[in-house]
């Protein structure tokens, strides 16, 4: 069975700073990890996806994530914020080959201008 | 290409009366998921096909909801009767490898 526990229900940065939201995880096989973000009233949007390639993903707008096993961590960065960050982010993680996927309680981020 | 394509976005009606959610998965994803947002829950999964047939129904509340996936590009979620209780927004989601689903943007379900 797997779990994903986000670590900050809320984050709030200064536009222009850098944006750090925590996940980790627990699976019992090699899992697939995601980043989906919503905005106000909008569906969920995949950012980036973890599949046993390379530890270090980019995703879109500038976002990537890190897969580090040993922590069983994949926490989302970004190097600079922008007032259009602001929304929900959820982690999510399946073990490879299930269809079933686990979802994060959410991290709301503001950017403050 | 178009996305999966919800409808309606938004419903109200009231308790008692039936409601059909639509959905038009993205063109040759073989999975399709329904899933229920709410603040108090989440995210829950609701039922799961695959190549148009249901695979998990574990997460339907009860036999008030029913789904059907007449064929590879449309399937409904239905509530039969409404309640209260059932109001939250109502996601439709497709995959064709399962790395990563596509949402769709959702419908808002009141019932009154």
């Known amino acids: 069975a797997q779990s994903v526990t986000q670590l900050d229900s809320h984050v709030s940065v200064s536009e222009g700073t850098p944006v750090l939201l925590r996940c980790n995880y627990s699976?019992?096989?090699?899992?697939?990890l995601f980043w989906y973000v919503q905005h106000p009233n909008k569906g969920l949007q995949l950012l980036l996806k973890y599949t046993s390639a390379a530890t270090l993903v980019k995703g879109i707008n500038g976002f990537e994530a890190e897969f580090k096993k040993s922590e069983t961590s994949f926490h989302l960065t970004k190097p600079s914020a922008h007032m259009s960050d602001a929304a929900e982010y959820f982690c999510?993680?399946?073990?490879?080959?299930?269809?079933?996927?686990?979802f994060g309680a959410g991290t709301t981020v503001t950017v403050r201008a | 290409d178009a996305g999966v394509i919800q409808s309606p976005r938004h419903e109200v009606t009231e308790m008692g009366q039936e409601v059909t959610l639509r959905c038009k998965p993205i063109?040759?994803?073989?999975?399709l998921f329904w899933y229920r947002q709410t603040m108090m829950r989440g995210l829950e999964l609701l039922i799961y096909?695959?190549?148009?047939?249901?695979?998990?129904d574990s997460g339907m509340p009860e036999d008030r909801f029913s789904a059907k996936m007449p064929n590879a590009s449309f399937s409904t979620l239905k509530i039969q009767p409404s309640e209260p209780r059932d109001s939250a927004v109502y996601f439709c989601?497709?995959?064709?490898?399962?790395?990563?689903?596509?949402f769709g943007s959702g419908t808002r379900l009141t019932v009154v």
């Open positions: 989601a497709s995959s064709s490898t399962g790395l990563g689903y596509t």
């Open positions: 999510v993680v399946s073990d490879q080959g299930d269809y079933k996927l686990s």
């Open positions: 063109s040759g994803h073989n999975s």
């Open positions: 096909f695959n190549n148009n047939v249901p695979i998990d």
């Open positions: 699976s019992s096989y090699s899992p697939s």
